[in-house]
């Protein structure tokens, strides 16, 4: 069978990271969730008091942060940053505050960008974020676009939150929600947007399986068409 490379946008909580997860478990896939790759370095920049406003501060951390992702036990990737498991600190408010303004940093986004194609390489692989499907692989093999009403992503993400012990009211849940969404799909660098080519799956009346479900029929359907278009 044809590796694939499948890249899944969209906005915050929609249930990117989920779906990308299972799909990439289901087959075999390595998964790289590129969220928390921008998520590790907003809380190196938050941590070491890295002023945005300073390219140079900017270059010299990014020389020295390394992201990178170990399977656990359970099987679940989990994100490091320099070494350390940072997995549970990145998915805080303090980091999920700052992170669309230290992802849109231009230097950043390069540094990320180049490590991903790196981890796409060989193929196989499901990456979730914002540019997968239009700067990081436009050659993607299949390329997914997830999109969900403003309620139920702040519910979901509410629940995640509740399963770090993190209680946090609905509505601030909501405003970060727009602010990311606004920043995101406003910014010079590679903004938010689906390609052109992208499938757009609608997950708001659809469970996690029945999302997971659709990405495997859809990358299925591209194995078999590939293969069948082999002498
Ligand atoms: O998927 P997430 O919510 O964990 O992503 C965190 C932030 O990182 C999001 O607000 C935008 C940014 N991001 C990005 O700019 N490009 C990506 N490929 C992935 C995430």
Redesign the pocket.
């Known amino acids: 069978m044809k590796k694939l490379i499948i890249a899944i ?1 969209g906005y ?2 929609c249930g ?2 989920t779906t990308a997860r299972e799909v990439a478990r289901e087959l075999g896939y390595r998964y790289i ?7 590790a370095v907003t809380l190196y920049f938050i941590d070491h008091h890295i002023a945005l406003t300073n390219p140079k501060e900017i270059e010299r951390a990014l020389s020295q942060i390394k992201v990178s992702f170990v399977v656990n036990s359970k099987g679940i990737s989990e994100t490091f940053l320099n070494g350390v498991n940072v997995e549970r600190e990145i998915r805080t408010m303090r980091v ?1 505050e700052n ?2 303004r230290v ?2 940093l231009k230097a950043v ?1 390069m540094a ?1 960008v180049e490590q991903q194609r790196r981890m796409g390489k060989e193929k196989a692989v499901v990456m ?5 499907g239009t700067v ?1 692989f436009p050659q993607a093999d299949l390329k997914v676009f997830l999109v969900a009403e403003m309620l139920v992503r702040a519910f979901r993400r509410q629940k995640e939150l509740l399963e770090h012990d993190d209680l946090v009211d609905i509505d601030s849940i909501i405003e970060n929600l727009r602010q ?1 969404d606004s ?2 799909s406003t910014r010079a660098e ?1 903004p ?1 947007r689906k390609a052109d080519d992208a499938l757009e799956i609608d997950t708001t009346h659809i469970t996690i399986e029945e999302q997971v479900d659709e990405v495997l029929r859809l990358a299925l359907t591209k194995m078999i068409r590939h293969q069948n278009q082999q002498p």
């Open positions: 946008d915050s909580a990117k990271s969730d590129t969220g928390a790759m921008y998520r999920s992170v669309s992802s849109a986004r990320m979730d974020g914002r540019d997968i990081v990311r920043i995101d590679s938010l």
